[in-house]
């Protein structure tokens, strides 16, 4: 919300976009803090949370940054995008 003196405020939105993906790497707690700490200060990455699995549960404002370049940053720190089995 931003609010100018004079004026009434106005009311931004965010839409945000939730996937839930898997990566390759993660064997340990101490993995998932790696993983995290790949992913910290992100701009535009609104939530992520990874299990020991490789999932990773993130939500993002897709006007700051992108699935790929989330992905990006997940790959330069040694977790890429499991691959999928396409049908």
């Known amino acids: ?17 939730s996937e839930t ?7 340990c707690e101490r993995c998932v803090g790696r993983l995290a700490g ?5 701009d535009g990455l609104e939530y992520a949370n990874a299990n020991l699995i490789g999932d990773v549960t993130l939500s993002w404002d897709e006007e700051k940054t992108s699935r790929d370049e989330i ?17």
Do not use: N
């Not at 609010?3 to 976009?17: C, D, E, F, N």
């Not at 993906?21 to 064997?27: D, E, L």
């Not at 790949?38 to 992100?42: F, N, R």
């Not at 992905?71 to 049908?87: D, K, V, W």
């Open 71 to 87: 992905l990006a940053a997940l790959a330069r720190s040694g977790f890429p995008e499991a691959a999928t089995e396409r049908e």
């Open 38 to 42: 790949a992913l910290q200060g992100h």
């Open 21 to 27: 993906i898997t990566v390759t790497g993660v064997r």
């Open 1 to 17: 919300m931003t609010v100018r003196a004079g004026q009434a405020p106005t009311i931004t939105s965010v839409v945000l976009v």
